[in-house]
């Protein structure tokens, strides 16, 4: 079993920056890649971006250029660094971590960003 918590989000202005984390407890071995999804109201729940064990790195081209993910294995923590933010970025942001040996996946409880224009 893993568990999920993330924290970091918040209000801000058009233009400034959140940092998002995810931390991470349990069955830490077996997660093959973690990512950030978003769901904004009214709309479906998208992939943001993904980081495999490897380090590998994907974002959506909605963001690219302006988060980064990354990871701190000594914390058991995913970051989402988000710079330059826009009024359509506001959405719950979820944590989410895939397992493929257990075949499961694991979503954290998510967490508000509210960017204002």
């Known amino acids: 079993q893993v568990q999920l918590v993330e924290s970091g989000g918040g209000l801000v202005q058009a233009g400034g920056s959140l940092r998002l984390s995810c931390a991470v407890s349990?069955?830490?071995?077996?997660?093959?890649?973690m990512d950030w999804y978003r769901q904004a109201p009214g709309k479906q729940r998208e992939l943001v971006a993904l980081?495999?064990?490897?380090?590998?790195?994907n974002y959506a081209d909605s963001v690219k250029g302006r988060f980064t993910i990354s990871r701190d294995n000594a914390k058991n923590t995913v970051y989402l660094q988000m710079n330059s933010l826009k009024p359509e970025d506001t959405a719950v942001y979820y944590c989410?971590?895939?397992?493929?040996?257990?075949?499961?996946?694991?979503w954290g409880q998510g967490t508000q960003v509210t960017v204002s224009s």
């Open positions: 980081i495999t064990s490897d380090g590998s790195t």
């Open positions: 349990g069955s830490i071995v077996s997660i093959n890649f």
């Open positions: 989410h971590a895939v397992s493929m040996t257990a075949k499961a996946t694991y």
